[in-house]
């Protein structure tokens, strides 16, 4: 292992906003071999270390032997981590507050939790290699600021692979009534007013594409749609993009293997194993309420136009 002054581990930030399929393009990724899916870290402290929902292994997470080896490597155990103090930091540099300070390039005055917020969290990616023998770490916490903060103060080698997703299908899912698969008690997952989606939506992604990052980070955008029409093609280019010669084994175009998962959190098909076929949501397209789509048509216009959701697809000429 380094001794941690050089860039020899590569952690890849899976950035935009919720409801964008970063659990299945997370997975994905992870089937290569060296490459370890984590899941949502950001949330690791309240979701995983207090709540202890399921790993993607389906045990408790203290109950995870990969976990357990990998707190007692990071902090001697799981008494050892201060969930807590962990929480207060992530609140108090990577809310969405934060994100606009650091988009509008002010000056933070939390300098001091940022250091120790991404300290923290450079010691869970090393330890986490140090276990599993993997040389990429996936981390598909979505926040922009998660990912800024740690490609600036951190001796990683920085990918950020920004998905986006329409901003009317993210704003459909927000709507929708899902059951959680990974708590005790049954939960569903938060429901979330068009607007206030539409919101996240444009804020998040405009802070991915906007949030200055370390010179030798690399980045990377692409669409939702079309990582699912033609997921062994799209999936082929972020393994260049990540310098990695192994790809995911497909089946099939549409088909891919899915191995036992260790992410933390996440949509609830990261339980899903097997041949997984990936499919596109066309539902929320015949489904979505009218009010829906025009606010997160009104909100999201400016960068729905630059991602290119406008644009009519072309028929080919008889």
């Not at 997921?231 to 084994?249: H, N, R, S, T």
Request: charged fraction near 25%.
């Amino acid at each position: 292992m380094s001794d941690g002054n050089t860039h020899d581990l590569k952690v890849v930030f899976i950035t935009g906003s919720g409801r964008s399929g970063s659990t299945l393009l997370d997975r994905v990724l992870g089937q290569v071999d060296g490459i370890f899916s984590a899941g949502e870290l950001r949330g690791i402290a309240e979701r995983s270390v207090i709540g202890n929902r399921l790993c993607g292994c389906g045990k408790p997470f203290r109950e995870c032997e990969v976990w357990q080896k990998v707190f007692k490597d990071a902090f001697g155990g799981f008494d050892g981590f201060d969930a807590d103090r962990f929480i207060y930091l992530k609140e108090s540099v990577t809310r969405t507050g934060s994100m606009m300070r650091m988009a509008s390039r002010l000056k933070s005055d939390t300098v001091e939790e940022a250091v120790e917020y991404t300290a923290i969290m450079e010691k869970l990616y090393r330890s986490i290699a140090k276990v599993t023998g993997d040389h990429v770490i996936i981390d598909s916490s979505k926040y922009p600021s998660h990912a800024h903060l740690i490609s600036q103060n951190s001796t990683l080698q920085v990918y950020q692979l920004h998905l986006v997703r329409d901003a009317r299908a993210v704003a459909h899912s927000w709507q929708r009534k899902k059951l959680k698969n990974d708590t005790v008690k049954p939960e569903y997952m938060p429901i979330e007013h068009p607007v206030q989606s539409a919101i996240g939506w444009l804020t998040w992604n405009y802070a991915a594409n906007v949030l200055p990052v370390r010179t030798d980070s690399k980045y990377l955008r692409i669409r939702y749609k079309d990582f699912v029409r033609r997921p062994q093609e799209m999936a082929a280019l972020v393994m260049e993009f990540l310098e990695e010669k192994q790809l995911p084994p497909f089946v099939d175009d549409k088909t891919v293997r899915m191995k036992p998962n260790h992410t933390v959190s996440g949509n609830p098909a990261r339980f899903h194993n097997g041949n997984v076929k990936i499919r596109e949501d066309k539902e929320w397209r015949e489904n979505i309420r009218p009010a829906t789509k025009f606010w997160a048509t009104l909100i999201g216009a400016p960068l729905l136009a630059r991602y290119g959701y406008f644009k009519k697809s072309r028929r080919s000429k008889p």
